[in-house]
Each structure stands twice: as C-alpha cells, then as structure tokens.
C-alpha cells in the first residue's frame, strides 16, 4: 500500500513538472474580450480650428464669455493691426482693432506686436518699434494707447546703418531685459515674461520684483505666479508680494517642447483656471496639477492628439471657459490652433489598437501617429520601441523577444525593420505583401525596385539618407572610384585632397560606398573586391598622411565610429570654402542640409556635389522600412497607416530623418523650399558659413543627380566591419598582404555569412 | 519540460511560420550548412579536450585532499571558489587579463614580445578550456571526494595485507569502485561544458573567434534570425548525440559493480 501511494505520489509530481510552465491563455487585450467588460467613458476630443487668413496672430486672448480674440499684423507698408474675433474658433470675422489702432501713430511708424495682454479694463501692447526696440503701450478702459516710458534695462544699443553688414552683439552688449511676453494682473500691475526671468512692474511701468526662471513661459493666479524652475525641468510656484518660492514639481515629462513662446495669454503653455490649479501642454499631453498638488495628471494624452506629432511644437495654451482648451502649436508651414472639447460618451480610450514596434524611436513614425489618430480617433496606435535611453537590453535582446512574439502569432501589426533581419523574415512569410496596397508609381521607383522581391514589395523605407561628395569638378569626378581616389590624393601637393583621419577611419568612412559590392548572390564575400578595397584605402591614407596622426591622443580626428560616420566634419566643409581642402564627403539628411553645401559649391570655381565615391556607386541609406505583419487582426487599418506614412502630408515634412521616398514629395520640397525664409549658418573653429535656402535649380539638379541614382540600399554591417579593422592592423603595419588579409576577413566571418 | 522539447521535434519537420510540413529537409539543411559544421566541431573538439583533463584533474585533486590530514577542508573550500564566482566578474575578470591592453599583454610586452588580443587570436580556444577546467575543477573534485568516501576502508586494509602497493590499490580498488561516481562526473561536466557559451557570448559577443564559436552562438544567432526550423533540427540532433553519449557512458562505466 505505502508502495501504491508513493508510485502515485510520484506520478503526481512527474505530471506537474511536465506540465508546469506552460503557456497560459490568459491575459487577452481588453478589446478582445467582447462588449460584456464595462468600458470606461469621457475624453477629450481633438478638433482642428479654421485661422483667419491662414496665420493667427503673434495674440491671441480668450475672452471672458470664452470667445476668440486673435490681434494680428499685416505686413505691409504700413504694419496694420487687424483684429478677428470667433467665438468658438470655428469662424472668424474682422473686428475692431480698438485701442490698439493707433500702435502706429505711437512711433509714427512700424510696430510689429510681440504680445498683447488685458485683465478686462487695462489692455497692454508689447511691440517693437522700427528700431527693433522693445516697448509697451497701455490702455485703459479701451481709452487710447499711450506708450510707457522706457523701463530700466530695455535698452536696445542703436542698429546699424541699412545696407550695412550686421555683427553679432556681445553678451556685454545685450539688453538685460529681452521681453517675450506680457501678463496683465487683476491690479492693474503687469508681468514680463524673458527668457532667464519675470518681472512684475507697477501700472506705471516701475519695476516691483524679479523672479528668476528657467524661460519666459508663465500664468498668473490671483497672488501666485507658475513659472518655469532655472533648470527648465520644473515649474515653480512664487508667492509675488514675497518674492518666496512656496512649490517646485517637476515638469510632467521629459519632452523638449518646454519653453513658452509668446502665443497666447501670458504667452506660455500653461494656464491656470479659476480654482488656481495649473494646466500645462506638451509633447505627452495636457497635465492638471492641482493647488498645492506634486503629481501631474494627464487630461489629454498626446499619443491620442496632436500634440504628439514631432513636428508641431506646442505654442500656446488658454481654457476656452467651458472646461476645454486651445492650444496654438506651429510648425513650418505656419501655426495650428487645436480646440479640446470633453466628450462624456466617448470611450477613454479608442476601442482598437494598432501596434506598431521599432529597434528606436522614429520622428516620421510619430508623425504619421499623429495624422493617423486625428483622421481616425477611435484607433489608438501604440508605438513601442524596443530601445530606450536608460534600457539595458540590448538589440538582440529586443530581436529574440519580438521574435517569440512573432512565433506565438501575437507580433505587432506594423514592424520598422531597421536592425532586424528583413530576409529571414520575408522568407518566412511574416510580412504582407504591399505592391497592390501602395501605389508604388507615385515613389521613388530606384528605391522601390531595389525592395522588390520576385514581384512583390515586402518592405519599403520612409526616408533616405544619401551619402556625398563635394569639391571641384575635377576633384569629384577622380573621387567616383577609389582608385582615381588615390592617384589624386597621391598628386595633390599638399596632402590636402581629403581631411585627414586615421587609416581605421578610412575603412569606415568608405564602408558604406563599398561593401554592397564585396557579396555576390547570397551573402558570398568576393575576397578579390575585397583585397582591391583595402589597397585603395592603404593609398588614400598614404597619400593623406594618415599615418602621421596614429600616435595622436586617442579619438582625435576619429570620426569613423561603428555608425559608419561618412561625415567628415563641419569645420572640413568651411576649409573646403576656403581652399584648404579639396575633397569634402558627408551625409545628407534632407532638404534643409543642403543650404550650406551648395552654398559652398556655388562659391567654388567649378563646384560639383556628387553621389560619394566607392566601389558601389549610387549608395543610399534607408530610414524606417516599414513592413506589415502578415499575422495581424488588423490589417485594413495597417494598410491604412502605411498609407499615411507614404502619403504627401507626413512625407513632404521635413523631420532631419531622411528625404522622402514620395515623388510628390520630393516636388512639392524643390518647390517651397528655396521660399523658405529662412537662413542657415554653420561655424567652428575654422570660421563661418552662412547661406540663404538653396535655389530650386541646384535642388533640381540634385533629385536628378543623386536620389533618382540611388539604387543600392547600404548600412553598417557591424560583424564585418569590425572583422575588417581587426584584421587591418596587420596590413596597414606592412606585415601581411591584402589578399592575405581579404582571406583571413573572409575566414574569421566565415561563421557569420553561412549561418 | 518535455513539452517544450516535443514541440521542438515537431517543428524540426515543419517550416517556421506557416507549418508547412517539409520532412527531413530542414536536417538536411542543417547538416549542409558550413556554421552548424563549424559550430559542431569546435564543440566536439572542446569537449574531447575538455572532459578527460577535467575528469583526470578533479580525480586528482580528490585523491591529494583525502590524503592530507591537516587543512583538507581549506584546500577544498579554495578549490570550490572559482564555481562560486558569478559569471560577470570571470568575464571581467576574461577582460582584464586577455586584452590586448591587460595583463597578460603586459606580462608579454615586459619579456620582449608583442601584445595581442588573446581573445581574438589562435590562443582564445585554450582561454577557453582553461577557463573551464579552472571553474569546474572543484565542483567534480567534491563529487569524487564523496565517492571516494563511499569505498569501504576495509577493502583497501585487507589489499594491504595481501601486499599490494598504492598504485595497486588505486587501479584495482579506487578505480572500479568510482565508476559510478565517474559516470555521474562525466554527465555532469558533459552537461557544463556546454555553459562556458555565457562567458565567451560576454566576451566575445555573437561572433567570436573562430575555435571558439560553439554550438550555443549559431542557435543563439538562428533564433535571432527567426530560423526556427533549422534551430530545432539542430536541437533534435544534439540532444540526439548527448543522449547516445550518456547511454554510451552508462554502459561503461554506470553499470559496473566492484567485482
């Protein structure tokens, strides 16, 4: 018996272990679960506003009936202020400027308003006048404006002469107030908002206190000024009889987008309701903290808005009096304004959910978030990326564990494959075939013919980065093989055909434009290519006296890290301009990188800016290649996003990621861009670089040049490229052939390319 | 725990993702592939190098422990340490003493020679035993000490008696009577050899040089790469040949009783 009952305690134990750790078939997302959940309700709800004449006003105010006021200037001749009234944003009309009519006839000449600020019966103007001077008029119960004597500390130094060459000014020179804002106190006193402080001034214009801040973003309540804390990663709660900071909370979150811009009341992304707790907007949302409160909520998520698009920072926020918000956020084409509105009968959250996963973060992803949620607001997409900052996994951590997921058939809907091994995963059938969701005929056909696969496009990058070379004519055509490369760094008689750098750098600097061509098939190392590859690089380095700078401190001049860094440096591009090179290589980016090297090319005699030189030409570096899970439940709505993402709106927004694949965009880019007003600058320790944007010829030029010529996608390989400077050592030391070294490359990745 | 194991024999018949059953084609396409040959042979070479010394060590040790009188229980415990150490601080410890900057390098340089990257030369694959030999050493060391504990004392008197000498006594008494303690120690150090992938994947990444790249890297790799039909089939084959081995070991030496 106790025999029996020990076999079958046994057996017990043995069916246990065998069937402890299987999987568990619960925690099944919420939208899976049916309608039976309850749900909760109540959000708010993004509307986009009509601006009038397609620009709000550098003021807008809200009203106490909680109507718009936009004061807005014309730049014309005469600087006219108009002003348009709405009273939910949906539809302005012109309205009588009032007091601030005669801001012209202050200076008998341009104003250009800076801000405007009312507390009911006292309105103030801060403006600037035709000597760019800062200055403040009042008026009181609509009564005329009259300017205020000039406060202490406003005084702009005289401007230059027109037609003359303007100087920077020394900080010794600057004003000690640069104002950026104005607030209007229920007393009648007023607060300027700078960038290191607020003031509080007396109705007359006597200063009372200054506050030091982090920024010119600020809200008054009552006695108490929110500001933000010196190190801009606080908001400071000061008591403005006392001068006393009584609170300091961090800021919600970690985004960038915290400095106030002189949109709005107050001219900050904070506001403050009748009850003293303080709202604040940014990337993340819109966050209450409530009075004497240290935690932060969320009222709006920005994933679910667009206050998440990386292109639109966030200008302005003011409560529209009925418990909602306007928030005025610009962005290159001009200025948004956005109205929130609490909708009790909407899910809190959108019902289904997208998932989207990359390796790391992505502007153009986030952007094309934004304008995906705002035309579809019950879908929530999810991006979640694998590396973060403060994370210690690492990226083959992060490939195993999407990989799991992608056997279990639970892998996110939309996959960013830079990183991840996209053959293995077209191979097995994972991503969906996108040739009949996309139409491909309106992007770059060299791209989209180099993804195709048998016919079907699996995957396909929203942006690319295209390496290049710039210098004379002759200079450019030598560099278009690495051969010719040599021979005319060898000739030069200075050695200043290219910077200098160090013969490991060289490797990488040229691995990008090389590489592609060393495998032929499937992943077949041509040890020749190989071999040809290293004697052109041991000559150029030779040539540029490469050699003379090993036994320098470490790092100097080192630009080749594991990235694959073509770029050579800023201050080579300004010692092209002057002559002290020949030779200059960089990245591009994008369309706003391009000022300066055409700049440059243009000043030199028989400028030339070409695809980069290698042994395979026409290299282009692709961004966010974007394929769909096969396996997804949701694949109208990834279709849909990709479509967004390929689309003209996210595509023609320059994020610095990339150029855009879509031709449209790319067109409407050549178009707007050299109307861009706006100018570039670069400087360093070799001197300055200045330039308008590029003109549309040279933009012309350089889409038919060099994007229609890209043809072969190029990343760092980072097993064989650290293979490649291992073995280099020996090589560049005299002590083994090339083909020796190609050989003991090929050995030592032996493992790696047959795997 | 044989769930997760059946599975993967099921899918070493099948395609990764669509479940397309493909029969013994992905065995085939491990057997032909030049990363799994490699990987194989540097882990049937570590452990052809590796087992014997280690079991010849240990037993050693075991045996000059049972002899000394005064401070045994001391040279045990200095023996056990290195097993103790975690995994982090030996790789640390790798870092130090084998790059081209560390000690050894130095020690190297200081008798007139050059420095090297001794984990990325020719020299990595002894790194690597003796890493192991030093690791392990002392954990079979106390496996054979309780062993060596459980040979009657009198079967070693009534020996002496009939005059036989210390090597005598080792090779017709200490030797049969440990061969089950020798089966156990084989299986166990079999099954730790295939642990020193942590450090030298700590060191020396996905890739490492080429002697040491191991059978655990290319499953590492595949998995990463999502080939999952060729990771299982290669499983299926390893766990194929350890399971011959160990049967081959128990029938030498598990079965034997002292005669």
């Known amino acids: 018996m106790k025999q029996i009952l020990k076999q079958a305690a046994c057996l017990l134990l043995g069916a246990v272990m065998l069937l402890a750790g299987c999987a568990s078939a619960g925690n099944l997302p919420q939208s899976d679960l049916g309608s039976s959940a309850p749900v909760a309700m109540g959000r708010y709800i993004e509307g986009a506003l009509e601006v009038p004449n397609n620009n709000l006003g550098p003021c807008i105010l809200v009203q106490p009936d909680g109507s718009l006021l936009s004061y807005n200037v014309l730049y014309n001749a005469d600087g006219q202020v108009v002003c348009y009234t709405s009273t939910d944003g949906t539809k302005w009309e012109m309205s009588n400027v009032g007091a601030l009519e005669n801001i012209q006839q202050l200076e008998g000449g341009f104003a250009d308003l800076i801000s405007v600020a009312s507390n009911g019966d006292i309105l103030y103007a801060l403006y600037r006048d035709a000597q760019y001077q800062p200055c403040l008029a009042k008026s009181s119960e609509n009564g005329p404006l009259t300017k205020l004597t000039l406060m202490k500390g406003w005084e702009m130094p005289p401007r230059p002469p027109a037609g003359s060459e303007g100087e920077a000014l020394p900080l010794s020179e600057m004003p000690e107030v640069l104002p950026e804002t104005v607030a209007a106190m229920e007393n009648g006193n007023f607060l300027i908002g700078c960038f290191d402080k607020i003031i509080r001034y007396d109705g007359e214009g006597k200063e009372l206190q200054r506050y030091e801040s982090g920024g010119s973003a600020f809200s008054v309540h009552k006695n108490t000024l929110f500001m933000m804390g010196k190190g801009r990663n606080s908001i400071e709660t000061v008591n403005l009889e006392t001068g006393e900071t009584i609170h300091s909370v961090a800021l919600p979150s970690t985004t960038s987008q915290n400095d106030g811009i002189n949109y709005g009341s107050g001219g900050a992304p904070m506001d403050t309701d009748e009850a003293g707790a303080l709202f604040y907007a940014d990337a993340k949302g819109i966050h209450r903290l409530a009075p004497g409160g240290s935690l932060w909520e969320t009222v709006v998520d920005g994933e679910l808005s667009s206050l998440g698009i990386p292109s639109l920072q966030v200008g302005g926020l003011m409560q529209d009096k009925k418990g909602g918000f306007f928030v005025s956020m610009f962005d290159n084409s001009g200025v948004h304004l956005m109205h929130y509105t609490y909708s009790a009968d909407t899910p809190s959250m959108p019902s289904t959910e997208l998932s989207v996963f990359a390796l790391s973060d992505n502007h153009t992803i986030r952007q094309a978030i934004g304008e995906f949620q705002r035309r579809n607001p019950d879908v929530r997409v999810m991006f979640r990326y694998g590396l973060t900052e403060d994370g210690a996994a690492t990226a083959d951590d992060v490939i195993r564990s999407l990989n799991a997921e992608l056997l279990a058939g639970k892998g996110p809907d939309i996959l960013l494959l830079d990183g991840l091994p996209i053959g293995s995963y077209i191979e097995k059938g994972i991503l969906m075939d996108l040739s009949g969701m996309l139409d491909s005929s309106k992007l770059l056909k060299n791209i989209v013919d180099y993804y195709l696969r048998d016919g079907k496009l699996y995957s396909m990058p929203v942006r690319i980065s295209v390496p290049v070379m710039l210098g004379s004519a002759q200079a450019v055509e030598a560099a278009k093989r690495l051969d010719t490369l040599a021979n005319a760094a060898a000739q030069s008689p200075d050695g200043n055909f290219l910077a200098m750098n160090s013969p490991s750098g060289r490797i990488v600097q040229f691995f990008l434009t090389s590489s592609p061509a060393w495998f032929h098939g499937d992943r077949i190392l041509d040890q020749q290519l190989l071999a040809e590859f290293l004697m052109n690089i041991k000559a150029i380095s030779d040539a540029c006296n490469d050699n003379a700078i090993l036994s320098a401190s470490a790092g100097y001049m080192n630009r080749a890290d594991e990235l694959g860094l073509v770029d050579e440096g800023l201050e080579n591009l300004i010692k092209l301009s002057k002559g002290g090179l020949q030779l200059h290589m960089q990245m591009i980016d994008g369309f706003s990188q391009l000022a300066i090297p055409f700049s440059v090319k243009n000043k030199l005699e028989n400028g030339a800016l070409a695809p980069m030189g290698g042994q395979s030409p026409g290299v282009f570096v692709p961004h966010g290649i974007v394929g769909i899970n096969n396996a997804s439940k949701h694949k109208d709505l990834a279709v849909a996003f990709v479509r967004v993402l390929f689309g003209l709106s996210v595509q023609s927004t320059d994020l610095g990621d990339g150029f855009p694949v879509s031709v449209e965009a790319i067109e409407k880019n050549i178009v707007e861009f050299p109307e861009a007003n706006m100018g570039f600058a670069i400087g360093s320790s070799e001197g300055m670089i200045t330039s308008g944007p590029p003109a549309k010829v040279d933009l012309q030029a350089f889409y038919q040049d060099v994007l229609l010529c890209a043809t072969t996608a190029s990343t760092i390989d980072k097993v064989l490229l650290e293979n490649v400077k291992n073995e280099c050592d020996a090589f560049f030391a005299g002590e083994k052939t090339a083909e020796q070294t190609a050989a003991a490359i090929a050995e030592r990745t032996q493992a790696y390319l047959t795997e | ?259």
């Open chain 2, 1 to 259: 725990m044989l769930v997760p194991f059946g599975d993967a024999v099921r899918r070493s018949f099948f395609t990764a993702m669509s479940g397309e059953f493909v029969g013994l084609k992905n065995y085939e396409a491990v057997l032909q592939n030049e990363a799994f040959r490699l990987a194989s042979q540097n882990t049937l070479r570590f452990i052809a190098a590796c087992i014997p010394v280690l079991l010849a060590l240990s037993l050693l040790l075991a045996l000059m422990i049972r002899a000394v009188r005064r401070r045994g229980e001391l040279y045990k415990t200095a023996f056990l340490l290195p097993i103790a150490i975690p995994v982090a601080s030996v790789v640390l410890l790798w870092t130090v003493f084998f790059h081209e900057k560390g000690l050894l390098s130095g020690m190297v340089e200081a008798f007139g020679g050059t420095r090297a990257d001794w984990m990325n030369s020719d020299a990595a694959f002894s790194i690597l035993v003796l890493s192991y030999l030093w690791k392990n050493a002392g954990y079979d060391m106390v496996l054979f000490l309780a062993g060596l504990g459980g040979i009657s004392p009198s079967l070693y008197e009534a020996a002496r008696v009939d005059g036989a000498g210390a090597w005598a006594l080792f090779r017709h008494i200490t030797l049969p009577s440990l061969l089950p303690t020798l089966f156990t120690v084989a299986v166990l150090s079999l099954l730790n050899s295939f642990k020193v992938f942590r450090e030298a994947f700590l060191v020396a990444g996905n890739y490492p040089h080429k002697s040491m790249y191991m059978l655990q890297h290319l499953f590492n790799n595949w998995f990463t790469a999502l080939d999952i039909q060729k990771l299982c089939a290669a499983a299926v084959l390893v766990a194929l040949f350890i399971l011959a081995l160990v049967l081959l070991l128990q029938k030498l030496w598990g079965n034997e009783e002292l005669s």
